[in-house]
């Protein structure tokens, strides 16, 4: 019986001998011309050879909504510095991180940018300052530091908003007392150990456990099993020293469900505080500026 061959069997006659080419490094077609300058390669902005009949800065108000002398600010501010980059393209003046740096590089500029930012008085005010004025002001410094780099978003957002959210809404007077001042300066970094690696973020499942010692009076935090492990959580990695831990209260053999417990992971130097493990997410398909990591108690 012969066979005829379909579709499918061409296809497949067609990809052997790609891969074959491939292999022997023998291209089936004429190699394409060198590459040409391009006008497409050299940026200008729009506004040099396009014409518009409306205002761009009412446009950009329209945009933004509020606080865009705010916006401004600190645009300018990191336009002083290189740590972010600046570069000048038609005339105009750019900034923009190098995501062709290695992940060690990019973890390393996000931390030198926090602290640049720290020491011009960027954070000033937002663990300890309310209001609705003050909190728009922050939501567009924030939105400033997204349109710039999302690494360094990320990397602030788990610092101030999980981590001192955490301590602010879940918080007493003596929590805030102890904590907030210490994560306004950065003092202390903070990270977010909610999701595991069996169950996500589905905060009901989650299997870290903490037990009440009622003989000493401590809480006992333990990661039972390898899926109960805190997974992805930002900032675990290498920066961070402290963490807001989320595991099922277990007091005297009755599930209390779940509570966030404030645990130290480092000390002042760096090292990984005893009876904690952790370990690097490693390289990511985008945002390497931010130190995923895994927690073991």
């Not at 019986?1 to 292999?23: E, F, K, Y």
């Not at 991180?97 to 720290?118: C, F, G, V, W």
């Not at 922050?138 to 530091?145: D, H, I, L, N, R």
Request: contains cysteine.
């Amino acid at each position: 019986m012969i066979l005829s061959q379909g579709p499918s069997t061409d296809r497949a006659s067609r990809r052997a001998r790609v891969l074959t080419n491939h292999i022997l490094c023998s291209p089936s077609q004429p190699a394409s011309p060198a590459m040409q300058p391009s006008p497409c390669l050299s940026y200008s902005p729009p506004e040099l050879h396009e014409q518009f009949d409306f205002d761009v800065k009412e446009m950009r108000r329209l945009l933004d909504d509020h606080n865009v002398e705010d916006r401004d600010w600190l645009f300018g501010l990191m336009m002083q510095s290189k740590l972010f980059g600046r570069r000048e393209r038609g005339g105009r003046l750019f900034v923009g991180p190098d995501y062709n740096q290695s992940m060690e590089q990019q973890r390393e500029m996000t931390m030198k940018r926090i602290a640049y930012l720290r020491e011009r008085g960027v954070f000033d005010g937002w663990m300890t300052r309310k209001g609705v004025e003050f909190d728009l002001k922050k939501f567009a410094f924030f939105e400033v530091f997204a349109i710039y780099d999302h690494s360094l978003s990320v990397k602030l957002g788990v610092h101030y908003f999980l981590w001192g959210g955490a301590i602010q809404f879940f918080g007493t007077k003596r929590h805030h007392d102890k904590w907030l001042t210490d994560t306004e300066n950065l003092a202390i970094k903070g990270c977010f150990a909610m999701t595991e690696l069996g169950h996500g973020s589905n905060v009901r499942g989650i299997e870290t456990v903490t037990t009440y010692d009622s003989n000493t009076g401590e809480f006992i935090i333990n990661t039972p099993c390898e899926s109960a492990q805190k997974y992805w959580i930002g900032g675990a990695a290498m920066h961070a020293t402290h963490t807001i831990v989320f595991s099922q209260l277990n007091i005297n053999g009755t599930n209390q469900g779940v509570h966030a417990f404030i645990a130290q992971i480092r000390d002042a130097d760096g090292n990984i505080c005893p009876n904690i493990r952790i370990a690097d997410c490693g390289h990511k398909i985008g945002l390497n500026g931010v130190d995923n990591g895994r927690i073991w108690y």
